[in-house]
Every structure is written in C-alpha cells, then in structure tokens.
C-alpha cells in the first residue's frame, strides 16, 4: 500500500483545494501501474484542512489516521507514505508508525527559521527512507532536505537522497523520471525487489555521497519504467 500525501500550508484551517489530490494521481497511478503484480495499491490521502498548523501537524495525524485506516481495511500490508511539499513533512513525520515500512520525501517543506525545533529522525530508524528534491526549488531549500537527509543518516542508514539538477519544485521537467525513481524505490523497499544500481549505490554511500545522488536523465528506461 502507498499513501500518497498531497502538499498542503504552513497556516490554514481551510479545506483542502481539490487541485492539490489531482496532482497527485498521476504518481499514484504510476506506482500502482508498476507494482500490479505485486498487489501493490497507491490511494491518495484527503486531509481535514490544508494547513500544518504550528504544534497541531495537522496533515501528520491525517496521515497516520490514514495509515491506520489502511490497515483497518486491508489487514496487515506494509505501508509506503509518499508525500509532497508539506505532504513530505507530513510523511517524515508520521514515518514512525508501526505499519509503516518505507517513506518517500518529494520536493519536502521543511522549517526554515534556524531557532526552530529540528524536525525529528531517530523514529525513521528500520524503514527505507528516500529524499528527492530539485536543485531549483525556489519554495522549498534544497539544502533543507539535504541536512535532513544528513541528520537522518547518522541513525539510520537506510537513507538517501537524490537531486533532480535544473528542476523547480513540482519536479516536472524530470517527471518521467522521477516516477521511475519513486516506482523503482517503493518496490525494493516494500516488496524486496533488487534496487537499481543507482538507488542501491545512494543507500550504501555514506554522507555526503549518498544523500547528493544526481536523478540520471531518462532513469527508468533500462528498467523498463518511465
């Protein structure tokens, strides 16, 4: 099962808009297209409002609401949270829970202000963790996911992270791409499927190597994806 968690606000008890889950289907059909013969199913999380909220982390109760919904459903299936923006945070975050194995990071939002409580790691200990972040995002740092990524690594070292060079937040120069990163990574790390070479080579890197891994252009295409 992957949950796919769309992006959200920092403040904001309003509804989420409609066009934020649209966004996320195209990825959500893309994994659940290359993990069919496993069974593998991709659902799109609807959050009660679109902001994090300070304290409340509101898109991260949603998604560990959803996680436990998943398993109310489906019994006891291993969980992937992919989430984007402020959905990202919202899958580190809520990382921690019991059911689930893996957790996939896109374009993350993350805490600028250096006074700020750093966001917490040592829960995501045991589950595959992968970082993919633009190196143009001009909302979301990059280097914010990098340390991250950094602080992630020194307790669990099945982490890594890659860099799409040249590509904005919504990842869309490189979606092809980045779909066959995300598809090749859900599957090894739910299903046991041998890594790419690439993905394999970021999680055995030790820092920085492995959490500055470039997204080769028209990755996928020898795997048969993208």
Known sequence: MVLLLPDGEPHSHRRPSSLSYARRLPLARALARAGRTDGLAAHVV??????WNEDDAHLAADAEWAVDEAVRRYG??????????????AALRAGGHPAVGAVLALAPWLPADPSAEPEPVKHLVGRPVLLIHGTN?????PELSFHLAERAKKSNRDTCRF???SDGHALRQHRAEVAALASDFVRGALFGHTFARPVADALAA???????????ARFGESLGAG
């Open 206 to 216: 030790p820092p920085p190597l492995g959490l500055r891994m470039p997204l080769a």
């Open 137 to 141: 995002d001009a909302r979301c740092d």
């Open 163 to 165: 860099e799409v060079h």
């Open 76 to 89: 006891d299936v291993p969980v992937c949270l992919a989430g984007y923006g402020m959905g990202a945070r």
């Open 46 to 51: 609807h959050y009660r409002c679109r902001g």
